[in-house]
């Protein structure tokens, strides 16, 4: 079980990140090509990897069902994240964003379109980062409790 739930951690951020290759904008390229890039992903992914050690390193039976469903939150809503941010290129005018590539096939949206994407991955990111601060905060609660036991 241990390694089934360190197994779908690195699937989730290697998900994320790849759903960033179905558009080729900058953001792609400052992603995985800058340290900027690789900063934000170690910044994103940290948190993630971090709690399923600590709620790897206890028994299963002690885990928690807040701590999990808090974890499920988060990858969902960095999953929603990486797929509605919407990537830029050198024309102003194109606006491509992962998700519309998945659902119709075409990354290219519109202005108004790409305005409400942005708003979802804003929606997105702000609960990724509270789940992912209750996931931390409840992974080491779950530690301590498990230790003391």
Excluded: C, K
């Excluded at 993630?48 to 999990?68: G, Y």
């Excluded at 999953?79 to 005018?93: E, L, R």
Aim: glycine share 8%; proline share 3%; hydrophobic share 65%.
């Amino acid at each position: 079980m241990r390694g089934l739930l360190w197994g779908i951690q690195m699937v989730v951020v290697l998900v994320a990140l790849a759903v960033r290759f179905l558009v080729g904008g900058w953001w792609l390229v400052i992603l995985f090509f800058t340290p900027i890039g690789w900063a934000f992903m170690a910044v994103v992914g940290t948190p993630l990897l971090v709690a399923t050690i600590l709620l790897s390193a206890t028994e299963p039976s002690r885990w928690r069902a807040r701590t999990l469903s808090a974890l499920a939150v988060a990858d969902l809503a960095l999953f929603v994240f990486s797929g509605s941010i919407a990537d830029f290129t050198d024309n102003a005018h194109d606006r491509w964003v992962p998700l519309a590539r998945l659902v119709t096939g075409n990354a290219q949206v519109s202005e108004a379109a790409a305005g409400a994407f942005g708003t979802l991955a804003e929606a997105a990111l702000g609960l990724y980062l509270v789940a992912t601060v209750l996931v931390m905060v409840l992974a080491v609660r779950d530690r301590r409790v498990a230790v003391a036991a």
